[in-house]
């Protein structure tokens, strides 16, 4: 079964019975198609992170579909949501794909955990090792003063952890603002591997929720 999380964002101006008019005209197509509707939400009236259209806010609503051998009526309802003035953005997501990856990864790591290690051989004793010739007190350093004698203080680096392996986040959800912020400096360019310490498969997740974020500006491109 697959399933599918649409999210589209209607005029501010447009009334509260017209928004829950509209909706129940794509959940109608929707159904007609042979989906079904597993969630609604309306997240009411939001100010977005940039204008569209010169307008400053707008109101979100989600649905959550389900399909079962492929077949739905999504790219109709698509045609209609670009067709319709009153529709600010929209976006539709498969989601079931990356759930199924992000519930694999539990299994495989608690398989690891529980499995007993190997025995291991006993380690070789190893020969003492000679004494280190130390200096005469008596005797002044040559080549260098006091001053310069003195050893070098060691500055270890930091070893970065990545967050969504150290929460065990496996899917990156777009409508995390919160989350994804953190990602985000005063610049709202995404912060590299070097800086944040995320590894190479979250930051490809984290890059792609950023994107679909922005799509329906959730968060900014740029900033002021």
């Avoid at 697959?2 to 794509?26: G, H, I, K, N």
């Avoid at 609503?61 to 399909?67: D, W, Y």
């Avoid at 495989?108 to 003492?128: H, I, L």
């Avoid at 490809?204 to 950023?210: S, V």
């Amino acid at each position: 079964m697959r399933t599918y999380e649409l999210v589209f964002v209607v005029d501010p101006r447009v009334s509260d019975e017209d928004v829950v008019a509209m909706t129940q005209e794509y959940k109608q197509m929707i159904t007609a198609g042979g989906s079904q509707i597993s969630k609604e939400e309306s997240w009411g009236r939001r100010k977005l992170a940039y204008p569209i259209a010169k307008l400053n806010e707008g109101k979100y609503v989600l649905l959550g579909i389900e399909s079962e051998g492929g077949k739905s009526s999504l790219p109709e309802v698509e045609h209609r949501m670009r067709q319709n003035d009153k529709i600010l953005r929209y976006l539709t997501v498969r989601t079931d794909e990356d759930l199924k990856r992000a519930a694999s990864r539990h299994p495989k790591t608690a398989g690891r955990a529980g499995r007993a290690s190997p025995a291991r051989a006993p380690p070789v004793p190893r020969a003492p090792l000679a004494p280190i010739p130390q200096p005469d007190p008596r005797r002044p350093p040559q080549g260098r003063s006091n001053a310069m004698a003195r050893p070098r203080k060691v500055f270890y680096r930091r070893r970065k952890v990545c967050k969504f392996c150290a929460d065990k986040i496996d899917y990156v959800d777009f409508k995390d603002v919160k989350l994804l912020q953190q990602f985000i400096p005063e610049r709202s360019k995404i912060l590299p591997r070097r800086i944040s310490g995320t590894c190479a498969r979250h930051q490809r997740l984290l890059q792609q929720a950023i994107k679909r974020a922005r799509h329906l500006a959730l968060i900014p491109f740029t900033t002021d």
